[in-house]
């Protein structure tokens, strides 16, 4: 019986094919990982955006203190707003970089958030602002109140526009 013996010429790395299949396993796993994590990114900037609207809300309470009349609201938004907001002139922009405007009359206000991403992000960002206690949110012609359900919110946001984007407006009455 003779053995064979082996020579110093042995095959090193990898082949073309286990090449080819390690790169088809790391497209798969991107092609799942990547819309989640973006996905999960834009539900953190809806919930920091609703952090950020929580703080407006407090600070226009301190600045008004016991008064009820909100009609200079429009010019003194950009004045009063947190540091965290991004302000232009009399132009305050949120984490979206969008518009965010103020109406005010005797006994209420309201701010509007134009062009907040539809859908889950919408649906996350209403959910938290529902809990700072608003006196109405109208995501676009659908009244949110604190006594609706999550499935009343996330139906709003879904079923509001075939559009990427909609608007949305907190309402408060002291």
């Known amino acids: 019986m003779t053995l064979r013996k082996f020579n110093n010429s042995t ?20 092609a799942v990982a990547v819309p989640r994590f973006m996905d999960n990114q834009k539900l953190t ?5 609703a952090g950020k609207l929580g703080e407006l809300k407090a600070k226009i309470s301190s600045v008004y203190d016991m008064e009820s009349d909100f009609s200079d609201l429009p010019a003194m938004l950009s ?9 232009s002139g009399t132009t305050v922009r949120s984490s979206w970089k969008q518009t965010v405007t103020a109406t005010g009359s005797q006994g209420e206000y309201a701010l509007t958030y134009a062009n907040v991403p539809a ?3 919408c ?20 009244t949110i109140t604190p006594e609706s359900s999550p499935l009343q919110v996330i139906n709003a946001c879904d079923a509001s526009t075939a559009a990427d984007t909609i608007d949305i407006e907190f309402t408060y009455k002291p």
């Open 11 to 30: 095959k090193r790395g990898f082949s073309l094919v286990e090449l080819l299949f390690v790169l088809v396993i790391i497209g798969i796993l991107g």
């Open 79 to 87: 004045k009063i707003v947190p540091s965290t907001f991004e302000v």
């Open 119 to 121: 859908a889950a992000v």
């Open 123 to 142: 649906a996350e960002f209403v959910k938290i602002a529902k809990r700072q206690l608003w006196t109405t949110i109208d995501v676009d012609t659908t």
């Open 45 to 49: 900037e809806a919930q920091q955006e």
